[in-house]
């Protein structure tokens, strides 16, 4: 079970804390390919991601996006054209394949999309809800 927000901010501030992090590791920190193994950072963003609902639907992105057309783009400028809802699952997409491509997340990261389509996210925070939470919208 993945932790609820109670707010707005509290979601904010774990989002600028886990790009901090994020900001200062090398490719291997983020991921050790020897042993398959991400720094402790990838925890948070599971949260954060988890963390809100997205209001859109995500069979009508997966029926567009199979596979791994479905994950980040392979570069940032890609997401200038993405509606933040298709960013959000994107992000959800990398993390989730995890469990059948070892470094599926790690590919976002070094090719630089990763902090961009968070922060992305975090700008349109009131495209999204947070589940559980007395807050409506965001």
Request: glycine residues 6%; charged residues 25%; without cysteine.
């Amino acid at each position: 079970m993945y932790k609820a927000f109670s707010n707005q901010g509290e979601w904010l501030a774990l989002l600028a804390s886990t790009i901090g992090t994020l900001r200062t590791l090398t490719p291997p920190e983020f991921y050790d390919e020897a042993n398959d193994r991400y720094h402790a950072v990838m925890d948070d963003m599971f949260e954060l991601v988890h963390g809100l609902e997205n209001p859109a639907d995500f069979g009508k992105f997966l029926d567009v996006n199979a596979g791994r057309e479905s994950w980040l783009p392979e570069n940032a400028e890609a997401l200038t054209s993405m509606d933040v809802t298709e960013i959000h699952y994107r992000v959800a997409s990398n993390l989730t394949d995890e469990r059948w491509v070892d470094g599926a997340l790690s590919e976002a990261f070094e090719n630089g999309t990763l902090v961009p389509a968070l922060e992305r996210i975090a700008a349109n925070i009131g495209e999204f809800k947070l589940p559980g939470s007395s807050q409506q919208t965001l």
